[in-house]
């Protein structure tokens, strides 16, 4: 009898183990990999439901490398090894960069690299012993600096120039249009990958408040404005100068 509990048991441990062991990936980790001599740090938020895997990357600090937080893409968990892929903009260039790693103990050993193989390096994390509390918060991204894009105005091709510094969660700066007086950012402030803020401009005569929100990536931010009482709307995405 004892040999049967025995032998329907096993089964059923070993099916509940990596389970549990993967539940253990959820939370923030931290470590550091070698570029060129340097060591870069690295967090990793991870939140693991069921094989589904997402979270979110932050590199540096590094000279050319961005430290925005680098949404996580195609997680996946598969028993105690986790996959996914980050784009992340280094020296004003985008790359993939495709991660897989294994739970071993408390930490997480990872190879990772470009996706075409040219450069790659290990990386090991150890959970933040203070995430199991309350994962630690996500620094703001940095939207200091030029932005550039162009969009539709009835028919015209029209250029808007965004020059925005940010200091934590708030940004403020000047917005001009081509030809036009630079005009100030209110109340600019950064909820996660998104900033947002309006300004009061003229047109044909009339004043307008119109309100911005864009959503940061790599070298970019992509609009979606319009005035305030929605009247009007646009879109433009806004390059990094």
Do not use: C
Request: charged share 20%.
């Amino acid at each position: 009898m004892k040999l049967v509990l025995r032998l329907l048991i096993l089964p059923l441990f070993v099916a509940i183990f990596p389970a549990a062991r993967a539940g253990d990936m959820s939370g923030t980790w931290k470590g550091a990999f070698d570029y060129q001599g340097e060591s870069v740090p690295v967090v990793i938020n991870l939140k693991i439901d069921g094989p589904k895997v997402t979270g979110s990357v932050v590199n540096g600090p590094l000279e050319g490398l961005s430290p925005a937080p680098e949404e996580i893409h195609d997680g996946a968990l598969a028993g105690d090894t986790v996959t996914f892929w980050v784009n992340v903009d280094y020296q004003g260039q985008t790359h993939k960069l495709i991660y897989k790693g294994k739970l071993t103990a408390d930490q997480i050993s990872f190879d990772f690299g470009t996706e075409d193989g040219g450069w790659s390096s290990p990386l090991t994390v150890k959970k933040s012993a203070d995430a199991a509390a309350a994962p630690a918060p996500l620094p703001a991204p940095d939207v200091t600096g030029d932005w550039k894009g162009t969009f539709d105005l009835n028919g015209t091709p029209t250029e808007l120039k965004f020059h925005l510094k940010s200091s934590g969660n708030q940004v403020t700066g000047t917005m001009e249009r081509a030809g036009d007086a630079p005009l100030e950012v209110h109340e600019g402030k950064i909820d996660g990958d998104t900033v947002s803020f309006w300004i009061s401009t003229d047109y044909e005569g009339q004043s307008y408040t119109v309100v911005y929100k864009g959503r940061i990536a790599p070298g970019q931010i992509d609009f979606d404005f319009g005035t305030s009482d929605q009247s009007w709307s646009a879109q433009v995405t806004a390059k990094k100068i």
